[in-house]
């Protein structure tokens, strides 16, 4: 029963544009989303977050949107870098130490 | 100076073996978590310790057993393995929950290859 969904394995965007990263999720309980970015051989990395009470968090490039009717969260990055260029996954907590991890989406940017 | 550190990086044994992989934490936080990424990428929790107590323990077979000597330390001997426990093994480390927004710092990832 997977509880937080990344539709979309990879996605490649042209340097400069908009990466659009999207996540799903089925348990309205979910009251906090992160957003972690990993590179091959390491371990996932914070990049940002959203609380439940909010619809949006930006942070720079990056940009969280939350929709709770849809139970649905979107990463924007833009513009999008060779740098960001990584496995992008969504997580989500309804309590204060239990996450629940997408599956992840790989992102390729193009130069 | 390494955030969250694990031991050893790769790990290759034969089935029925009991191994060790060790996780430290130097940011001084007071939880830490192990995490299973398996052949389908998917990042699941295993275990969760505040404070050196044990606060998630998901269902995992009993042969996993983790260890928290200390609120800095916390590792997972396997015992037994099994071909299914072959998949990278993450460690993580955070605040507890009334003091932050949770973020995770995560180590680098062991690789467990059961033959």
């Known amino acids: 029963d997977q509880q937080v969904k990344q539709n979309s394995p990879s996605l490649s965007v042209q340097e400069g544009r908009i990466s659009i990263l999207n996540c799903d999720y089925t348990?309205?309980?979910?009251?906090?989303f992160l957003w972690y970015k990993k590179y091959p051989a390491e371990g996932p990395t914070f990049l940002i977050s959203?609380?439940?009470?909010?619809d949006k968090n930006e942070d720079g490039r990056f940009t969280v949107f939350l929709n709770k009717s849809a139970k649905h969260l979107s990463l924007h990055i833009v513009p999008s870098q060779p740098g960001d260029s990584a496995v992008y996954f969504c997580?989500?907590?309804?309590?204060?130490?239990?996450?629940?991890f997408g599956t992840g989406t790989r992102l390729k940017v193009l130069a | 100076d390494t955030a969250v550190s694990q031991t050893p990086k790769y790990l290759v044994t034969q089935m029925g073996n009991d191994k060790s992989i060790k996780c430290e934490q130097n940011?001084?936080?007071?939880?830490m978590y192990w995490y299973k990424q398996d052949s389908k990428k998917f990042l699941k929790i295993m275990f969760s310790?505040?404070?050196?107590?044990?606060?998630i323990n998901e269902t995992v077979p009993n042969r996993f057993s983790p260890k928290s000597p200390d609120k800095a330390h916390l590792n997972l001997h396997i015992n037994s393995l099994e071909l299914g426990d072959s998949a990278v093994y993450f460690c993580?480390?955070?605040?507890?929950?009334?003091?932050?927004?949770?973020?995770?710092?995560f180590g680098p990832g062991t690789r467990l290859t059961v033959l």
């Open positions: 993580a480390s955070s605040l507890p929950g009334a003091y932050s927004y949770n973020e995770q710092f």
């Open positions: 348990n309205s309980m979910f009251d906090y």
């Open positions: 959203i609380s439940s009470i909010k």
């Open positions: 997580a989500a907590s309804e309590g204060t130490y239990k996450y629940i």
């Open positions: 940011l001084g936080h007071d939880t």
């Open positions: 310790y505040n404070n050196k107590e044990l606060i």
